[in-house]
Each structure stands twice: as structure tokens, then as C-alpha cells.
């Protein structure tokens, strides 16, 4: 079964500065997808980035950017010069068209999300 | 574009009572899909619909919990005889086909007395 771990529960940080949120998956799909979503305190939840695991290039959106590794089921997800409008929860998730239940499902399995204070 | 909506934002009902929830996703995704977050803790999958045939259910979806969506259209999610373990934050996305992105509604948060 799929699995996704965010071992941080809350990262604070100052204003401008650099961080990078935590994300280890377990899948048994070769194909799989995974995201990132932020939770601000409104409770929407707000898409921010995708990826594709035939695709491991890493790249750079903005104040985004993401690390993909296979290798290390790893998808750590950095925002650049933090601002306090960051502020939320966020979410890493693993969509997988399940070949435990017919492969067709692509349901997302979250983590636990980790809580990211910026303060100014 | 409008994105996914739902209603009500929020519900509080006593316990025993029936509540029904509404999701309209974004026109034309044909893919929709119910979860249910508790506090603290990361969206769980409830069940999906691919148009207008629900595909799959939760273990998570006792046969308290219902889910419809005729015509492949809106979808709605009732639970019978609320217990105060129903009480969370009910989300729904929707996504144009399968490998799409969700995309999420701003959920409706349920309480039960």
C-alpha cells in the first residue's frame, strides 16, 4: 500500500529565509505521481506543484522548487526567501492508479502535513 | 473558471441527525473524489466517482455514509445518523481525467453535538 511520511510536524522560520519541507514516499506502482499542496488557515486546500515519477528533473517555479530522487523515494519541496503569507500547512501526496484495487483509482494519500510559521 | 465548490461551509448538527453535503466540481472534470480530514492530521480517501459511477469506497465509509452523483454532475455525501466521530472537515476535488490534478473545494467542516 502507498504510504507518505513528512517527518517534520512544524518548521518556524524568519522571514526571507530559505526552507525545505521533508517528503519520503512508499509505493509499489511504477508509474505514480506526486504533489505538493499548502493549507493556509482558511482550510482550502491550494495545488502548488506536481510531479511524475518518469520524470526526475528538477526545476525551479518561482520562489518554488522541488527535489525529486527515486533512489531515496525522496520529494523534498523548498521555498525560497520565505514570506509570513506562507504561512500554512503543507501537504505531500502520492497519487497511484492502485494495483491493489483494479489500477484505475489515482486517489491521493496524504502525509500528516507539516505546519510552516514565517515570521517577519 | 470556476473551481470546485461546495456547500454548506459549515454544519453542526446534534447527534442521530442525517446531514447532507454538496459538491460542484470544476465543469467538465469528469473525476470526483471525497475525502475526510481530522485535525492534525492529512486528507483521507473516502470515495470517487468517474462520471456518474461511484468506482470505489473506503473502508473508511461505513453504510452510514452515502455518496451520489447523478448525471456525472454534482455529487452529494450524506451520512445517516451522525455519531461524534463524523465530525471533521469534509473535502472534495475533482480532476479532468484520471492522471489529472485534483483540484480541491474549500470543504465543508462538520460538528456533531
Known amino acids: 500500500a502507498q504510504k507518505v511520511t513528512q517527518a517534520q510536524t512544524e518548521i518556524s522560520v524568519v522571514e526571507k529565509e530559505d526552507v525545505t519541507l521533508d517528503c519520503v514516499y512508499e509505493?509499489?506502482?511504477?508509474?505514480?505521481?506526486l504533489f505538493w499542496y499548502k493549507q493556509p488557515p482558511s482550510g482550502e486546500l491550494v495545488f502548488l506543484i506536481r510531479r511524475n515519477s518518469f520524470d526526475e528533473q528538477n526545476e525551479i517555479s518561482g520562489r518554488y522548487s522541488w527535489n525529486f530522487q527515486k533512489s531515496t523515494s525522496s520529494f523534498n519541496f523548498t521555498i525560497t526567501a520565505s514570506q509570513v503569507v506562507d504561512s500554512a500547512v503543507y501537504f505531500c501526496a502520492l497519487s497511484e492508479a492502485g494495483v491493489d484495487s483494479g489500477g484505475s483509482n489515482y486517489k491521493l494519500t496524504f502525509g500528516k502535513g507539516t505546519l510552516l510559521t514565517v515570521n517577519p | 473558471d470556476t473551481g470546485v465548490s461546495q456547500n454548506p461551509r459549515h454544519k453542526i448538527t446534534k447527534r442521530g441527525q442525517n446531514v447532507t453535503f454538496r459538491c460542484d466540481p470544476i465543469?467538465?472534470?469528469?473525476?470526483l473524489y471525497w475525502y475526510r480530514q481530522t485535525l492534525g492530521q492529512g486528507p483521507e480517501f473516502l470515495t470517487y466517482f468517474q462520471n456518474e459511477a461511484q468506482l470505489e469506497k473506503s473502508r473508511l465509509l461505513s453504510d452510514r455514509f452515502s455518496a451520489e452523483r447523478p448525471k456525472g454532475s454534482f455529487s452529494t455525501l450524506e451520512i445517516q445518523r451522525t455519531e461524534q466521530g463524523d465530525s471533521a472537515m469534509y473535502l472534495c476535488?475533482?480532476?479532468?481525467?484520471?492522471?489529472?490534478?485534483?483540484?480541491f473545494g474549500p470543504g465543508t467542516r462538520l460538528l456533531v453535538l
Open positions: 509505493t509499489r506502482d511504477t508509474t505514480y505521481y
Open positions: 476535488a475533482s480532476s479532468l481525467t484520471r492522471r489529472e490534478t485534483q483540484y
Open positions: 465543469s467538465e472534470h469528469n473525476r
